[in-house]
C-alpha cells in the first residue's frame, strides 16, 4: 500500500494539501511521508511581474475579461503523484479563463479524455475549475505560467518561468515520469533537470530514462492546431499515455 502523504510549505496549490511542521522527505508523527508541497518558489505569485510582456499581457485580459483567471495557473494534481505532464503555457480561452491548466480549451477536451482512459483521474471533466474534476497518480503543468500572446512565450520568458518548473519537479518526491507536450516543454524539463539537450531530442513517441532516474517522454502537444492538421491523431495521444502508465508500472 502507498505511503501516506502530507505537504509543507508557505503556500499551497489548489487541493487542500495539509502542512506539517516536518521537513519534505519524512515523516511525520502518524507516518505519513511528508511532501515538499510548497518547495520554495513552487508556486508563482498571483501578481508575478518577472516577464514584462506577459505581465502587459495579463493586466489588458484582466481589464478585457474582468471574470477570468487572468494570472499564473497554479499546477493540477497532487504533489505525490508519479507522474507529471508539461504542457506549453495557459491557453487565453481555456487556463486563463478557468484557472486550471488544460481546462476549458479543446487541448483539455482531449488530454482530460485521454487521461481518464487510462485511470489517471477521478469524476467527470466538466471543462470548469469547479467541476469537481481530480487527477489520480498525475499533475500537470506547463513551462510558462502566465498566458503568452498568440500562444508564443518568447525563450527569455521560457527561462524567466523555469525556477518554478524546476521547483515542481523538486518538489514531487515520488516522481518517476514527465510527459512533455511539445518542444518547449521538452527542453525546459531537460533545463530544469540540468541534462543535456543534445543527447534527448525531441522527438513524439520518444522515451528517454533521463540521469535523474526520472523517465521523460515526449509528445505532439495536444493542441486543436496539430489535431486539426493531422500531426497529432487521437489515437497518437492514447498511445503515448498509454506508454507512461507502462512506464509508471516498470520503473522502480
Ligand atoms: S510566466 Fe512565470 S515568471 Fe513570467 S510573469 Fe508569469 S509566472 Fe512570472
Known sequence: ???????????????????????????????????????????????????????????????????????????????????????????LRGANRTGRPFTGDFAGDLLYRTLAKFGFSNGTYGADAADGFTLEGARITNAVRCVPPENKPTGSEIATCRPFLAAEIAAMLRLKAILALGTVAHDSVLAAEGVRKSAHRFAHGARYCLPTGRWLLDSYHCSRYNTNTGRLTEAMFVDVVAAARQVLKTAG
Open 1 to 91: 500500500m502507498s505511503p501516506r502523504v502530507r505537504t509543507t510549505g508557505n503556500s499551497f496549490p489548489p487541493g487542500g494539501e495539509r502542512r506539517s511542521d516536518k521537513r519534505p522527505g519524512e515523516k511525520d508523527a502518524a507516518g505519513s511521508l511528508v511532501l515538499g508541497a510548497c518547495a520554495p518558489g513552487a508556486t508563482p505569485p498571483a501578481d508575478c511581474g518577472r516577464c514584462p510582456r506577459l505581465t502587459d499581457f495579463r493586466l489588458a485580459n484582466r481589464r478585457a475579461n474582468p471574470g477570468w483567471h487572468n494570472a499564473p495557473v497554479a499546477s493540477f494534481g497532487e504533489l505525490g503523484a508519479e507522474l507529471l505532464i508539461v504542457g506549453l503555457a495557459p491557453g
